[in-house]
């Protein structure tokens, strides 16, 4: 195996017609893949409007600071288990607004 590296790396056994030389070849490919969704199946983005309507009247308004304290919290938990960065930290603004509240006439709790 030696004997062969010594070979072919030595500049005295090349010739002319054995030289490498570098060239650029560009592969292009064009794949396509074809998803055919059922048109029965509902997706997983849509979200059902009754569904939507139940929960909205069933969900009780905001009477207090622990209650919007402890839906942040929920939400925040949720966000950090999506990991959701931008939601964390915009719900850790949120807290951080209703625990102390600026000083606003714009602002009511």
Known sequence: MRSLERETSSKEN??????????????????????????????????DPAVVATLQNSLKSIDSKNMALAYVKVLQEYAMMSDNFRAIGLLTEVEKSVVNPPQNEDFDL
């Open 14 to 47: 090349l010739d002319q017609s054995s030289q490498l030389f570098p060239i650029i070849v560009a592969v292009k490919s064009q794949a396509t893949t074809v998803v055919k969704q059922e048109e029965n199946e509902p997706s997983n983005d849509e979200v």
